[in-house]
């Protein structure tokens, strides 16, 4: 069994544990989406209050165990809301393989949207 596989598992059972225990089965696709999204921004905070991005502050020497548990905090809502799109982890790798595509694409100015071509793209 691959990875992201084990992990979108072990995320939906904790997810429909969650649901039974704390009694949410009335919370909609649509609320789930938003709740997991609210959360998402919530843990990047986290993150972004243990990179030093406070440029009028003194840095404090990077926590990396705390930066990797947002991190994977991140992961948990991100991998929730795949399982309730209905996302498989060959999906994932499929949609992202596209993207990641494109985005080469952009850059190298082979994409019918224009304005991401890079200065070494332009002659």
């Not at 947002?70 to 393989?97: N, P, R, T």
């Not at 596209?98 to 793209?121: D, H, I, L």
Request: aromatic fraction near 8%; proline fraction near 2%.
């Amino acid at each position: 069994m691959d990875i992201l596989t084990t992990i979108f598992e072990r995320q939906k059972a904790f997810d429909d544990d969650l649901i039974q225990r704390r009694n949410l089965g009335h919370i909609t696709r649509e609320e789930w989406l938003q709740k997991e999204t609210l959360a998402i921004m919530d843990e990047l905070s986290e993150l972004i209050n243990e990179v030093n991005y406070k440029w009028w502050k003194n840095p404090k020497p990077l926590d990396e165990a705390a930066i990797k548990e947002e991190l994977i905090d991140i992961l948990h809502f991100w991998a929730s809301m795949c399982s309730k799109m209905g996302m498989s982890a060959q999906d994932v790798l499929d949609i992202y393989m596209a993207k990641n595509q494109e985005n080469f694409n952009r850059q190298e100015g082979k994409s019918a949207k224009s304005g991401y071509e890079s200065e070494k793209t332009v002659k």
